[in-house]
């Protein structure tokens, strides 16, 4: 419901949005995107490894990340913080 100023392009530029809107660019909906846009191309291919291979992009899966447990590197790799997940 609130209005919030957000900067973008290293500060040079500012938007006013409305934070009752859900982002669009990642979770549950942007899965549900992915996949029409799999049926609408899934006989095309995309090219892979510096375009030596390639794939059907209905054969691309969209799934939900792995939890992932241990460590992880911070900084510089010169320090180690265990993972949420």
Known sequence: ??????SSGRGTKRRT???????????K???EYQDARKKVTGN?????????????VSSKTSSA?????????TGRGTA?????G
């Not at 419901?1 to 957000?6: I, N, Q």
């Not at 934070?19 to 990642?26: D, H, L």
């Not at 095309?44 to 059907?56: C, V």
């Open 1 to 6: 419901m609130a209005k919030v100023t957000r």
């Open 17 to 27: 949005t409305d934070t009752s809107k859900k982002s669009s660019f990642s979770g």
């Open 29 to 31: 909906a942007y899965r």
């Open 44 to 56: 095309k291919y995309i090219s892979t490894g510096r375009g030596t291979g390639r794939r059907k």
């Open 65 to 73: 990340k792995p939890a992932y447990k241990g460590t992880r590197s």
């Open 80 to 84: 180690k913080r265990k993972s949420r």
